[in-house]
């Protein structure tokens, strides 16, 4: 049992009963979900800017663009079967406003609506999504029979996104 | 992912110390009492380091933004524990997360962050200039990536300095 924490630009997957993987702390960046719940099978990116630069040594986990496919193969490499798969997203808060930024967007919503683009045209489904507004939150998920997903906003009470709610005081 | 020589470092720690001294001095003599700046070390890491070495990031910070504008896309970023922010605000006789406490904690921010700010620039012979200060209380994790990521920009590493102690 072990909890895989995702940090910026990194990603996670398993298919352990009682492991979790989370993204703690997430701001502007999003937390990208992929389930495959019937074979209890997730994976967890940690997603930083919506596209990447015109290089071949592009970190994937890092840019919208690519994360989607290429946590979708790390799903598939660990068992999920690309029909059952379902996607849910956390983040992409707006907490300071920089100006500058050109497109008058700011990142957090550029992220958002990048990583919702690519999953679009893999045709993944979108089932649940905390995203947007001032707060940063942490995401939670619990590899099992019930894969679980649940995010916690700064200051508030962890709640469940996807799956069923949490069971607590179960030790393995 | 160290891009940086050892002499830039030395150089840049010898800007953020003297940087701090000036932002120390000033804060000092708004609260009227000493202040300590901790000797600083400086080390280029990679974001995630970055973050990681700022502590835990799910947890609560008072964050206090300061965005500098002129010939340098910066950003000062101040982050106070509940328990220093307290202390603070104490000094006042307001309570933090208040926007009295916000406010008390913006100025700090606005102090140290101007005086930081005007010997880098003076010693490098930039215009820097200080917008006004944003304060959150929010996850430390999600203040830093969205301040190391607020321009939309790809930044392989960041460079961390010090740490001031009241």
């Known amino acids: 049992?072990?909890?895989?924490?995702?940090?910026?630009g990194e990603a996670a997957a398993s298919a352990t009963p009682g492991d979790t993987l989370a993204c703690i702390g997430l701001g502007s960046c999003i937390g990208l979900v992929l389930v495959d719940?019937?074979?209890?099978?997730a994976a967890l990116a940690h997603v930083m800017l919506p596209s990447a630069p015109a290089e071949p040594q592009a970190q994937p986990y890092k840019f919208a663009d690519l994360a989607v496919s290429a946590l979708l193969d790390l799903a598939l490499a660990h068992g999920a079967l690309k029909p059952r798969l379902e996607a849910a997203i956390v983040g992409g808060a707006a907490m300071f406003q920089f100006g500058a930024g050109g497109s008058g967007q700011d990142i957090g919503a550029r992220n958002e609506s990048a990583v919702r683009g690519?999953?679009?045209?893999?045709?993944?489904?979108?089932?649940?999504?905390?995203t947007g507004g001032g707060r940063g939150r942490t995401v939670r998920i619990f590899v099992g029979p019930d894969v679980a997903i649940t995010v916690r906003e700064a200051g508030g009470r962890e709640e469940a996104l996807l799956g069923a709610p949490m069971t607590v005081g179960v030790a393995a | 992912m160290n891009t940086f020589t050892d002499m830039q470092l030395d150089a840049l720690r010898e800007l953020a110390n003297i940087g701090s001294g000036n932002a120390g001095t000033a804060l000092s003599s708004m609260l009227g009492k000493p202040v300590d700046i901790s000797v600083p070390t400086a080390a280029a890491l990679p974001l995630p380091e970055a973050v990681a070495v700022a502590g835990d990031p799910g947890e609560l910070r008072h964050g206090v933004v300061v965005p500098i504008v002129g010939d340098l896309d910066a950003i000062v970023v101040l982050l106070f524990p509940h328990d220093d922010a307290k202390t603070l605000c104490a000094m006042y006789g307001i309570e933090p997360g208040t926007p009295d406490g916000d406010s008390m904690l913006g100025e700090v921010g606005n102090i140290l962050g101007a005086n930081y700010i005007?010997?880098?620039?003076?010693?490098?012979?930039?215009?820097?200039?200080?917008t006004p200060?944003?304060?959150?209380?929010?996850?430390l994790g999600a203040i830093l990536e969205s301040v190391l990521l607020g321009r939309g920009e790809d930044t392989p590493t960041?460079?961390?300095?010090?740490?001031?102690?009241?």
């Open chain 1, 37 to 41: 719940r019937a074979r209890s099978v």
């Open chain 1, 118 to 130: 690519r999953l679009d045209g893999l045709g993944i489904p979108l089932r649940a999504a905390a």
């Open chain 2, 133 to 139: 200060p944003q304060v959150v209380e929010d996850m």
């Open chain 2, 158 to 166: 960041a460079l961390v300095l010090e740490r001031l102690g009241l």
């Open chain 1, 1 to 8: 049992m072990a909890e895989a924490v995702v940090r910026m």
């Open chain 2, 118 to 130: 005007n010997v880098l620039a003076q010693m490098v012979g930039m215009e820097l200039e200080p």
